[in-house]
């Protein structure tokens, strides 16, 4: 008897192509639902969502104070208070281990706070070259386009499409560049980016979702070039983090996601456990689901439209927004 059980075959006996197929074949119950993480967060009372970080870190901040919440224990990291009026974004550079807090409102200010290597905070945050009074009147930063950390420089997004950028590895003065000047299309909200491919992009969404366009800085004439490909990848845009992730299926390719539903799945309330860097939904206990057969359509709930094939997107008229302080959490990065 205990022979014939040591020869019993298991899952890792089977090849890869039978393992697919059955995989194909089973109707997971939690198929196109929606998972709501149990997780508390210590953060301030009303805070704002700044940023998402390494995966399941959140930057979150009220007035005078930035808190770092992992969303996976709970645990919050607080950056030192700051006297500075409250900041309207914040950017991670994991480098050097800095936080960019990003004031826009009447003119742009920067400042950081740094992390020692025993993971202890600088006290207090040290503010970068302030923008002259020329540059004050002469641009005007987006009030709703999160700055963008790209090779080495900070950069921020004028309303016309120009950029103001803060050299950070030789901490010189903001320049502003004449050139970009002008998108040439109507839009109602704008996202900059860095591409997978480590390219400075923007993102522009019309006022019902449609038109969607993208466009991708030429560092050599210093234009925005309209682009009709994201390659394969899919962007993930509609919150102060936007993310471009290369993927490998196919419906999802070269397709852009809002943080918008038509229809809401059902939600289940899940414990998120970390397991040799992987990441996993675990249901909690005592709950129940039936599996149901119907919606059978890839992405039928979450407005999307596709880049570069001339399809005409679905009109946002209906689908309500995730929620208005919410953003993209790349769980991939976590690993």
């Known amino acids: 008897m205990e022979a014939a059980t040591s020869q019993r075959r298991d899952w890792s006996s089977l090849s890869v192509d039978v393992l697919a197929?059955?995989?194909?074949?089973?109707?997971?119950?939690?198929?196109?639902?929606?998972?709501?993480?149990?997780?508390?967060?210590a953060a301030p009372p009303r805070a704002k969502i700044f940023c998402a970080t390494g995966g399941l870190q959140l930057t979150l901040g009220s007035r005078k104070k930035l808190v770092i919440a992992d969303i996976g224990t709970g645990a919050v990291c607080e950056l030192p208070p700051t006297s500075r009026p409250r900041f309207d974004f914040a950017v991670h550079d994991d480098a050097v281990g800095r936080v960019?807090?990003?004031?826009?409102?009447?003119?742009?200010?920067?400042?950081?706070?740094?992390?020692?290597?025993?993971?202890?905070?600088?006290?207090?945050?040290?503010?970068?070259?302030?923008?002259d009074q020329h540059n004050r009147t002469f641009f005007a930063p987006s009030p709703d386009c999160s700055p963008v950390l790209h090779d080495g420089s900070l950069y921020i997004m004028g309303t016309d499409g120009q950029l103001l950028v803060y050299n950070l590895k030789h901490n010189r003065r903001p320049q502003i560049f004449g050139k970009p000047r002008g998108f040439r299309f109507k839009f109602k909200a704008c996202y900059l980016f860095e591409s997978d491919q480590r390219e400075l992009m923007a993102a522009m969404v019309g006022h019902q979702g449609t038109p969607v366009n993208i466009v991708k800085l030429n560092k050599r004439t210093m234009e925005w070039e309209k682009t009709e490909s994201l390659d394969g990848s899919s962007l993930f845009t509609g919150t102060p983090t936007t993310m471009m992730?290369?993927?490998?299926i196919k419906w999802m390719q070269d397709k852009i996601f809002l943080p918008r539903l038509f229809d809401w799945p059902e939600t289940i309330v899940v414990d998120l456990v970390q397991r040799d860097n992987e990441l996993a939904f675990v249901p909690k206990l005592g709950f129940?689901?039936?599996?149901?057969?119907?919606?059978?359509?890839?992405?039928?709930?979450?407005?999307?439209?596709?880049?570069g094939h001339g399809e005409e997107a679905r009109s946002i008229w209906g689908a309500k927004r995730v929620d208005n302080n919410s953003i993209w959490v790349d769980f991939g990065s976590s690993s």
């Open 21 to 41: 197929e059955i995989l194909r074949r089973i109707k997971c119950p939690y198929y196109h639902k929606t998972f709501k993480v149990d997780t508390k967060l």
């Open 100 to 131: 960019y807090g990003v004031k826009v409102a009447d003119g742009v200010d920067v400042s950081h706070a740094t992390r020692l290597r025993n993971g202890e905070w600088l006290v207090g945050w040290e503010v970068c070259h302030l923008m």
């Open 245 to 248: 992730k290369r993927t490998n």
């Open 288 to 307: 129940t689901h039936l599996p149901t057969a119907k919606d059978e359509n890839h992405g039928i709930h979450m407005w999307t439209c596709e880049l």
